[in-house]
């Protein structure tokens, strides 16, 4: 096909035109929403990184939850700021833990919305590591039994799906068995499979209340620099009984994200993390871009990289273009 007899241009013309090629199509089906359980009552505590997002004590983040579930958003991701922390992470794994609390309340109120629980002990811990600390190190066996009891305890609330973020050796088959032993044979586990060690994670890590108060998490979140490894990753959490993939942050591994579609035949998520959404927000702000037209551009292309699943801050605001309540410009 050679110029003039093929015109690439010729199904450009018009929106109407462009919609019917279009390669790929966002759907508001897509998004899983996160959401901050704060502990207490009347909490919402604007995150000014995260313009729009709060941490919410439970009776308020059922409030938030209309218009997400009025739209169609399928499912939420919990995680959760608890009262008091201590250097297991007990209120991870407590019966009347907050994102127990709160797993409980949401599915009574909105019983066929999907939730998932995160579930991690940095939030939990005194010391913002995701496991316990012995030697001044993570000690990546003595962690798997808390993350198994704290799967168990999310599930027996009625969690939905589990989803395990803390990137320690072996943590997907000892979730598994013990949910199976639970009897929750039937819940699924979404394994944060490829974590990179990212700097992306900054407005989440205050909205989480995380941050480590020593070191950093590069001995067991992967380094950016590696592709070939988070393929490793990926196959030893399908091999320990992962129902549903991620890769985490999104937009800087985009050629991750395919690596891992053209490899594995499960589903995938893809986490667009805090950091990516605060600079939407931040540059949309200062008037140097154009913040709706940007952010439809970034969730298209995590699902043309070949996600299924886009875990996103913009979900809401997303769906309200794609439901035609707002408009992305169409401006040069």
Known sequence: MHFPEYRARRLRRTETLRSMVREVQLDVQDFILPFFA???????????????????????????????????????????????????????????????????????AYPELVVITDVCLCE????????????????????????????VSHAQAGADIIAPSDMMDGRVGAIREALDEAGFEMTPIMAYSAKYASGFYGPFRDAAQSAPKFGDRRSYQMDPANSDEALREVSLDVEEGADIIMVKPALPYLDVIWRVRNTFDLPLAAYNVSGEFAMI????????????????????????????????????EAARILQGDAKVSRKK
């Open 124 to 151: 939990y811990t005194d010391h913002g590591h995701c496991g316990v600390i012995r030697n001044k190190d993570v000690d990546n066996d003595l962690t798997l039994d808390l993350l198994a009891k704290s799967a």
């Open 281 to 316: 927000k931040a540059a949309a702000q200062n008037g140097w871009i154009d913040g709706d037209r940007c952010m439809m551009e970034a969730l298209t292309s995590i699902k043309r990289a070949g996600a299924d699943m886009i875990i996103s801050y913009h979900a809401v």
């Open 38 to 108: 704060h502990h207490g009552q009347g909490v919402k505590n604007p995150l000014p990184s995260m313009p729009g997002h709060f941490q919410l004590s439970p009776e308020l983040l059922l409030k938030e939850l209309r218009e997400p579930v009025e739209r169609g958003i399928p499912a939420v991701l919990l995680f959760g700021i608890p009262e008091k922390k201590d250097p297991s992470g007990s209120d991870c794994y407590s019966k009347n833990g907050i994102v127990q609390q709160a797993v409980r309340r949401i599915k009574d």
